[in-house]
């Protein structure tokens, strides 16, 4: 049976310009709903820089959420005034965290008969929702949302810890274009080219990919890397390299909306976080065939897949995806590329592993198919 038409109100704090995955998945979903012919609206927080109404992918977005005197309380009036004001042009609202817009949201919804579901975007979202003025009670109030979706088992296995209702727990991944972010024919004549793609932020866990390249530079000299985004670490950064002299090899690209072009430039994608939720950069990596490391915690497990057996000998794990290390180990960073570099047949393997586990699992068609299946019912 055919799905009726939606009118859905994505809910989040920032929105595009602004790049972070939170807002990507946001923007992911609303093109996708908007090309099925279902009507989206974005409301997001207000920001000086930006226009208080704009058309974006054709999608109205509204950033008008602001506090002013006494914020935290303003602040959830503003949310649960402007559902008023725009209740006619919605029925189903997605919340994009579990944020201090979750509560009211939820309350409006509740009091006029919309449908409401909430996004747990990583798994330190719950303490850094705890620790909000009013945390315990957004807490206690999205337990009256129809829904919460998670993307990985960890944030899962928290909110089964947490004992939120478990028959409103829908799992749903990430989503990506596989279109937009497709495999390129690389040049195997170029030295091989490592990428990190994501906020230059200490939870990135940086710092132990400078300390492997510098362990890696007194192998080989035959690499590249690419560093893609911005952030507070940046300068501590720039300095580490110095010192472990790899500046050089090194490109700080900055922030960039055409990231697609510096995945294609790449061979093996690095994502050393201390903690993750399911990351888009990784999802986006693996759709455009790049054969990927990352440290093996929260969502990049599940991403990587199962590992091989008979791995006993290493501190590293080879996966049917990519290839998993141990988190701030900078040697196991270090030994799990040098593995990569070496073996291109298993590069290969795993660049095709990643592709099709994307395909299959990320898929925007297959993700929205999701939501679609969850808002209808």
């Not at 206690?140 to 947490?162: C, M, N, P, Q, Y």
Request: net charge positive; proline share 4%.
């Amino acid at each position: 049976m055919e799905n009726k038409k939606l009118k859905i109100l994505h809910l989040v704090g920032k929105y595009y310009p602004d790049l972070g995955g939170t807002e990507q998945e946001c923007r992911n979903l609303a093109l996708k709903f908007k090309k099925e012919g279902h009507s989206c609206i974005v409301l997001t927080g207000h920001k000086e820089s930006l226009p208080p109404y704009e058309l974006i992918d054709g999608i109205p977005v509204y950033r008008k959420i602001r506090g002013w005197h006494l914020h935290e309380i303003t602040y959830i009036i503003s949310v649960f005034l402007l559902l008023l004001k725009f209740r006619s042009n919605f029925d189903h609202v997605i919340c994009f965290g579990l944020k201090r817009f979750t509560a009211p949201a939820i309350i409006f919804c509740r009091l006029f008969g919309k449908k409401i579901f909430f996004r747990i975007e990583s798994p330190g979202s719950f303490n850094q929702t705890l620790k909000l003025k009013y945390g315990t009670l957004i807490y206690r109030i999205s337990k009256f949302a129809h829904g919460a979706i998670v993307s990985t088992k960890e944030i899962l296995a928290i909110l089964d810890k947490l004992d939120f209702p478990k028959n409103k727990i829908t799992w749903i991944p990430n989503s990506v274009d596989t279109e937009h972010f497709s495999p390129c024919t690389k040049d195997n004549n170029l030295p091989v080219t490592f990428c990190f793609v994501g906020r230059l932020v200490k939870i990135k866990g940086l710092e132990t990919f400078i300390n492997a390249l510098g362990l890696l530079r007194k192998k080989t000299k035959d690499f590249k890397v690419i560093i893609v985004g911005s952030g507070d670490s940046k300068k501590s950064l720039l300095k580490q390299a110095e010192q472990y002299g790899i500046s050089d090899i090194i490109d700080f690209v900055g922030k960039t909306d055409d990231v697609v072009s510096y995945y294609d430039k790449a061979d093996i994608f690095v994502l050393p976080s201390l903690s993750e939720g399911m990351p888009l950069a990784m999802i986006e990596a693996m759709s455009c065939g790049l054969c990927c490391v990352g440290s093996s915690v929260g969502g990049i497990i599940e991403l990587m897949g199962k590992p091989e057996k008979n791995q006993k000998e290493i501190n590293y794990k080879v996966c049917e995806n990519g290839i998993l290390f141990t988190p701030e180990d900078s040697v196991s960073l270090e030994q799990a590329l040098i593995k990569i570099m070496e073996d291109a047949e298993l590069r290969k393997k795993l660049s095709e592993n990643a592709r099709m586990k994307v395909l299959q699992n990320n898929s925007i068609d297959v993700v929205c198919g999701y939501y679609l299946d969850l808002l209808n019912n």
